[in-house]
């Protein structure tokens, strides 16, 4: 029976940047990917934020297959016929401000995996991994079917459903409340019309990021330009779509009948339907990290972040595959796979930006939590500028006094001053 | 020039599959079923696997896009009737895009 140092499950960006470090060190590595190709399983609803990732894979802004440089990021504010944005541009590259991407992952996982293959790890496809190997214990392998793979080490990267732990008892229940559902189409447009409609030049693009008009569900929807397509969706928690007999498709409806996405989505062709569940981040839902012959890294192990602004997956993917792939250095350094020496996994993450980002942001969270932000505040805003922008033949008062006419019978003042304290704490303060 | 729109069936037809013929790669246990009051498998899934035909739960695996919502809606608001394992190796949703 053939061996591994290495044996890593799933060759998403989490697994296959795992097994590109790892070979390139010496260690003999198996990627194993269920998908016939590698990114056939997987989706993305958000971009790839390069600071993180540059210091892992140097030019891989030039070789990687990336679709468009976003230099403009909307966000916006959805109620029934109105809306509200804030823009954001910088069109210069400069060298101190990293650009991030939209990344199209059936052609960036390939490119990945296939760097991971030149550095000299193994990848097969098209093999599902039914099992962990588990021997007093301890992880010693994987089953696939009828085979048993034994190795040193297993790095589990399957992704956001995390199976193999569960089915091990390795991991804690994840529940409704923390979990969303994005649902996401690909619209394809001529290139010419991206740019023109989305003011952008043929290398750089735009991200929305919309609140509001998703049928009351908690969440929110997005807009990213690709090269010749658009990828628009919605992401919604589990527990609300349920609560509210709501199905998935409906809200994506809903939220492609507004007007504004009605104007950027208009004449292209819907050319696929996909849909992933997205975990909402922070510390206090991590799951477990490592244990005796194994490490968890990527989506697996719940490593996301939002903060409204930024809705990180990829680029913590990344960079765990990169503290996990140092902690299996140095424990291989000192002959020992046990929990105690992979635990360097967990301390390398704790040193990281990334703890301090979900530190800094952790009440960002209860925000998102928060009811009144879908349904009653988009409603509030847009009808508050509505009375500035568009004077009536009554006398125009001033912002406060429409404000307060604005939340008569719809926000008390307690739950305002309530909602306005969270906001402050969730990003401002 | 309009605005595409479809429904949830020729969405699902725009997706690429190869299925297995044999083996459905989700499991329900009807018993348990039948005891759910919520069943938020009919609300929640993006591609309608789960439908009510009289009493029972069908399961229109073929169809599924493989993102895991069922079995977190099913473990937590439902009665734990349903299994979702992953396909066999090669089957399943393939995503032309991502």
Redesign the interface.
């Known amino acids: 029976m053939q061996r591994f140092d290495v044996i890593i499950v799933g060759a998403g960006p989490a697994g296959s940047t795992a097994g590109l470090l790892l070979a390139r060190a010496g260690l003999s590595v198996l990627i194993v990917e269920r998908g016939q190709v590698a990114g056939q399983k997987n989706v993305s609803g958000g971009i790839l934020y390069s600071a993180l990732v540059n210091e892992i894979l140097p030019n891989f802004m030039e070789k990687a297959p990336l679709e468009r440089a976003i230099t403009n990021h909307q966000l916006v504010i959805l109620s029934d016929h109105r809306s509200v944005s804030l823009e954001f541009r910088n069109e210069e590259a400069s060298q101190n401000v990293y650009p991030s991407f939209s990344v199209l992952r059936a052609k960036f996982d390939p490119w990945l995996a296939s760097q991971a293959e030149e550095a000299g790890a193994m990848l097969i496809t098209g093999v599902t991994v039914d099992s962990l190997w588990m021997k007093d214990g301890k992880v010693i392998g994987i089953q696939a079917g009828p085979d048993q793979l034994e190795a040193d080490v297993v790095m589990i990267a399957e992704g956001t459903k995390s199976l193999l732990l569960k089915q091990a008892g390795l991991r804690e229940e994840f529940y409704p409340r923390d979990v969303s559902l994005g649902v996401k189409e690909i619209i394809s447009l001529p290139e010419q019309v991206i740019e023109e409609r989305f003011q952008c030049s043929p290398t750089t693009g735009t991200a929305y990021t919309l609140l509001g008009h998703t049928l009351g569900i908690e969440g929110g929807g997005f807009i990213y330009t690709n090269r010749d397509t658009l990828s628009v969706g919605v992401v919604v928690k589990i527990e609300s779509l349920y609560k509210n007999n709501t199905q998935p498709h409906q809200v994506l409806d809903e939220f492609k009948s507004h007007p504004l996405v009605k104007r950027l989505t208009l004449g292209g062709d819907i050319v696929e339907y996909s849909a992933q569940t997205v975990h909402r981040g922070g510390f206090h839902l991590l799951s477990r990290l490592y244990g005796d012959g194994f490490v968890v890294i990527g989506s697996a192990a719940r490593l996301l972040f939002n903060n409204i602004f930024a809705l990180r997956g990829m680029d913590f993917a990344i960079a765990s595959a990169s503290a996990a792939a140092k902690a299996i250095l140095s424990a291989k350094e000192k002959g020992s796979y046990s929990s105690n020496e992979l635990s360097v996994y967990a301390d390398l993450l704790k040193q990281s930006s990334i703890y301090k980002d979900w530190s800094t942001f952790k009440n960002t969270y209860s925000l998102l939590e928060n009811k009144r932000l879908f349904n009653n505040y988009p409603d509030i805003i847009t009808e508050t500028l509505e009375s500035l922008f568009k004077p009536t033949t009554k006398p125009t008062p001033k912002l406060m006094e429409t404000l307060r006419m604005e939340l008569k019978n719809k926000v008390s003042f307690v739950d305002l001053m309530a909602d306005i304290y969270q906001i402050s704490r969730g990003f401002i303060l | 020039?309009?605005?595409?729109?479809?429904n949830?069936d020729a969405?699902?037809g725009?997706?690429k599959y190869?299925i297995d013929e044999e083996n459905s790669h989700i499991f329900v246990n009807q018993e348990r079923c039948d005891q759910c009051n919520?069943k938020?498998c009919l609300?929640?899934?993006?591609?309608?696997v789960y439908q009510l035909i009289e009493t029972r739960i069908v399961v229109r695996y073929e169809n599924c896009?493989?993102?895991?919502?069922c079995?977190?809606?099913c473990?937590?608001?439902g009665n734990k009737g349903i299994t979702?394992?992953?396909?066999?190796?090669?089957f399943?949703?393939?995503?032309?895009?991502?």
């Open positions: 020039m309009t605005q595409v729109i479809l949830l969405r699902l725009l997706d190869t919520t938020p609300t929640v899934c993006p591609a309608g896009l493989e993102c895991g919502t079995q977190i809606a473990d937590h608001g979702w394992t992953n396909p066999q190796g090669g399943g949703i393939q995503f032309r895009y991502g």
